[in-house]
């Protein structure tokens, strides 16, 4: 990609094949039921795989633009997961932060947590659909169709993938289930050593609790990473927000819709590295932030922004532990195929996003596709330099969508 902004997106939620999911309002609504200690324990453990693999994204594309989903990530490798068995398995569970948890609790958690999400906002759009796609020659065991469809909601085809057709059935259901925002993941040839692919589909559209008066959008400038500047389309409103800062940064909460989802602006300290700041971007660091979140009045100058990314991430997850599931030796897939000899081949990532005055518009696509070896003061806070934002969920506390801009376009 030749554009200069980078995000980093990520979500932990639902699953339904092109249904929607939403919530409601921050301040005073009231979780239908508390968190499980599992459901907790996942939302822990996918937030955490996420801002590793932000960290590992972005040392990858420093200074450039990345945008990713974590969890759209998590899901498509937690659909694989189930077909992973021996060391390949317990790589997986390590790198995916799942150490501890057993398969059937961490798929339980899931659904069970997506049955809490379902239809908690009518004002956003949110939703989530997985597939499985497999020549018809491989023998897809039962006990992992059974595990994806149940929990996963995945629906399963046999699909012959020497047909030049065959990209265009996959595709046509990525291009569906995000709304027109990614229209492809799978090449037209499917390669020869690819029998399977894996893909979760995910589609996000809020609109602002309190929206951007347009008219009062203006021609502004924006710090580039080296110094020098660029114009942007920037955004202002005066309004209570919550609001939080430190030595380190600033932040502000953007509610959606009823508040159950938003975006949070995290704008380092000037004269901080954005690259810098995103390497040392923890849990921790993320909790302590939107804890201190108090509601103040604020004016905010936030860029308009949109943004469409593609990454491998093979070298990303074999960093992060996975490199056995790569390995066309040593690979263990036999939950999948008794007969073995599969291997992830690789895991393809495509997002978009677009933030304007009225709100957010966000889609990603991951495919990982399986190969066989044989066949009260009034602050002011401008962010027009480098920064970071994340979407999140507020009743579970589960990050939906983290990003970094270093140069926002539009």
Known sequence: ?????????????????????????????????????????????????????????????????????????????????????????????????????????????????????????????????NSIWHRPELNVEQAFRDANSTYFNAEINSLNFSDPNASKTINAWVDRCTHGKISEIVPTTIPAEIVMYLINAIYFKGTWTQSFDSSVTRDDLFTRIDGSHTTCKMMHQKKNLKYYADGQLQAVDLPYGDAGFSMTILLPAAGTNIDDFAAQLTPQIWNASTSGLVSRETELYLPKFKFEYEKPLNDMLKSMGMSIAFSLKDADFTNIDKRGQLYISEVRHKTFVQVDE????????????????????????????????????????????IGKIVEPKF
Do not use: H, W
């Open 358 to 401: 009225e709100g957010t518009e966000a889609a990603a696509v991951t495919s990982v596709g399986v190969g066989a070896t044989s066949v009260g003061q009034n602050l002011v806070m401008r962010v027009d330099r480098p920064f970071i934002f994340v979407i999140r969920e507020n009743t579970s506390g589960t990050v939906l969508f």
């Open 1 to 129: 990609m030749t554009s200069r902004y980078s995000l980093f997106l990520f979500l932990l939620l639902g699953i339904l094949a092109c249904n929607d999911l939403g919530t409601t309002s921050l301040d005073q609504r009231v979780p239908p039921r508390p968190l499980t200690s599992s459901e907790n324990a996942i939302v822990t453990a996918d937030n955490s795989f996420g801002f590793k693999l932000f960290a590992a994204v972005n040392k990858s594309d420093a200074a450039k633009s990345v945008f990713i989903s974590p969890l759209s990530v998590s899901m498509a490798l937690g659909m694989t997961l189930n077909g992973a068995n021996g060391s390949t398995r317990d790589a997986m569970i390590q790198t995916l932060e799942f150490t501890g948890m057993k398969q059937a609790d961490i798929n339980a958690s899931y659904q069970s947590l997506i049955a809490l999400l379902v239809g908690l906002d009518p004002k956003v759009t949110f939703q989530i659909a």
